[in-house]
């Protein structure tokens, strides 16, 4: 279920949320691993090694299968029209390659944005109109089925787009989690949100995925 859609008699509005480049810090002294995705950096690196630390994030496609990130992907739909009752739904994969397990959390934020106007002459953000959730789960189908009606998405989209940070979590060697962004626009979005004039309305989303070895 990578999207679902709504029709209503409503001026589409477009929207750009994009997950593209991986830069990689590593920082061999305290044993940590931090991913940052980003649609600005140039920088293409998406597995990440401290020790015995390997770490990779991929996305789901259309047909099932998994799309390691790196520096030139976008898991959001950039051609997307966003109206209200509009879902959209971004599956990733975590995995630890490696041979010792780590804890490991995950946080999204706006990174950039492009202020609109609507069809009253007022400036908006878009990202004020947009909620946004994320779900986690031990595995795809379990994910799925946390996942497969428009109204359970719904409800895990319930937050305002601006900041989520997950709990800390354990990934065991060779283990994986799975995780789903959700982002929608609620159907009670009236033409405040409804643009007008060249400037397109749209989000860039940031996601952090930070490693850190467990202490024996």
């Not at 979005?189 to 940031?206: F, K, M």
Request: charged content about 25%.
């Amino acid at each position: 279920m990578e999207q679902m859609k709504k029709q209503k008699p409503y001026k589409k509005i477009a929207l750009t949320l994009s997950l593209c480049a991986i830069a990689l810090w590593l920082i061999l002294g305290t044993g940590t691993s931090l991913a940052w995705f980003t649609d600005t950096s140039d920088e293409v690196v998406n597995i990440f090694h401290v020790a015995e630390f390997d770490l990779e994030v991929s996305h789901r496609l259309p047909d099932g299968s998994y799309e390691s990130i790196d520096g030139q992907t976008k898991i959001f739909d950039d051609n997307a029209l966003y109206e209200p009752g509009y879902v959209q739904v971004v599956t990733l994969k975590i995995e630890n390659k490696g041979t010792i397990p780590f804890d490991f959390k995950t946080a999204v934020s706006v990174s950039d944005y492009t202020t609109a106007t609507n069809v009253f002459g007022q400036s908006f953000l878009l990202q004020d109109y947009l909620r946004f959730g994320c779900i986690t789960a031990d595995t795809e189908a379990e994910l799925d089925a946390a996942l497969d009606t428009r109204d359970k998405a719904k409800a895990i989209a319930d937050s305002k787009l601006s900041r989520y940070d997950s709990e800390t979590a354990e990934l065991e060697a060779g283990g994986a989690v799975f995780m789903a962004l959700v982002v929608r626009m609620p159907e009670e979005v009236t033409n405040e949100a409804n643009y007008r004039g060249d400037t397109v309305p749209q989000v860039h989303l940031g996601i952090i995925v930070k490693a850190d070895q467990q202490r024996p």
